[in-house]
């Protein structure tokens, strides 16, 4: 189980987040609740959250600051920001914090009627994910990509199941063939180099893996491509 924890200076919507979702339907457990960013502090050794609801304006230490601590400390965890406080300049210190989300609490929210809106869309995170998988498929890994995305590594890999229904594995693997089939389209390039390239140990490991994936060897997948790239050619 994911753990959770939820940080509202207001006991009502503490409460109504902790009763109002599903969190073991979802794999998520709330570990604690905390009025405010010092409260929340003092026990985030002890908790060890993979996911924190703050709120931003609260007493003694807000979301900013707490989020800021909680980055110095490198505890790698998911944030999302709660606010009944729709401001551009939260949303911008949000994205540059790396906060996952920045959500508007509905008016008159309670026994934590629910989040209302993002107001900081963007790409998803499996759409994060596969960028940050292009930009090194040699040395990629569930953890190095956690890191980047300031996430512990079992949160990434359920958030990425529950976006796309596959797993980690599936995804990076769909990745290095995408990039495969590409480098194979350059006759001049090695299946043994393209191997090494999309981050296969051996040439052998990727011709299994490209047979599974496309249903043929890579040099048959050349062969046929250019074959059907010079019919095309012909009068």
Known sequence: MLRLLIIDDESAIRSGISAYFPWASLGIEVAATCQDGMEAL?????????????????????????????????????????????????????????VREYIVKAAGAGLAGAPSASTAPGPSLADRALRLFEEDLVNVSLSSIAEKLAMSPNYLSARLHQETGRTFSDLLCEARMRRAKMLLANPSSRVGRISAMVGYASAKSFIRAFRLHYGSSPTAYRFAAQNGRQASKKP
Do not use: N, W
């Open 42 to 98: 003092a026990i985030l050794e002890q908790t060890k959250p993979d996911l924190i609801l703050c709120d931003i304006r609260m007493p003694r230490m807000d979301g900013i600051s707490f989020v800021e601590k909680v980055r110095e400390r490198g505890c790698p965890c998911d944030i999302v920001f709660i606010s009944a406080h729709k401001d551009f300049e939260y949303a911008k210190k949000a994205i540059e914090l790396g």
